[in-house]
């Protein structure tokens, strides 16, 4: 069954920390570049951090240097540690493929208060 499974969000005061996590079926973890997603309020779902499946790591420019993806591979889990949240980090945020992502979950809720 294809499954994805992410927690940890929640309301936090700008500045402060999160950190997420999203366990993933066999079919859909393994061997895959795995990243986070964001989609905030009337706004497209954008690709926010990623991780292949060897490590490797890449990020847009806006969360660069905040956040930090990671992946243990023997639970099927990707992670997502956010340091100096800001209010326009506020979004659900999803696990999921990096390539072609199918199926989506039901995404955890970051808000950031100013």
């Known amino acids: 069954q294809v499954q994805l499974v992410e927690s940890g969000g929640g309301l936090v005061q700008a500045g402060g920390s999160l950190r997420l996590s999203c366990t993933a079926s066999?079919?859909?973890?393994?061997?895959?570049?795995m990243g986070w997603y964001r989609q905030a309020p009337g706004k497209q779902r954008d690709l926010v951090a990623g991780i292949t499946s060897g490590g490797s790591t890449s990020y847009t420019n806006s969360v660069r240097g905040r956040f930090t993806i990671s992946r243990d591979n023997a639970k099927n889990t990707v992670y997502l540690q956010m340091n100096n949240l800001k209010p326009e980090d506020t979004a659900v945020y999803y696990c999921n493929k990096v390539l072609h992502p199918g199926h989506w979950g039901q995404g955890t809720q970051v808000t950031v208060s100013s």
């Open positions: 066999g079919s859909i973890f393994s061997g895959n570049a």
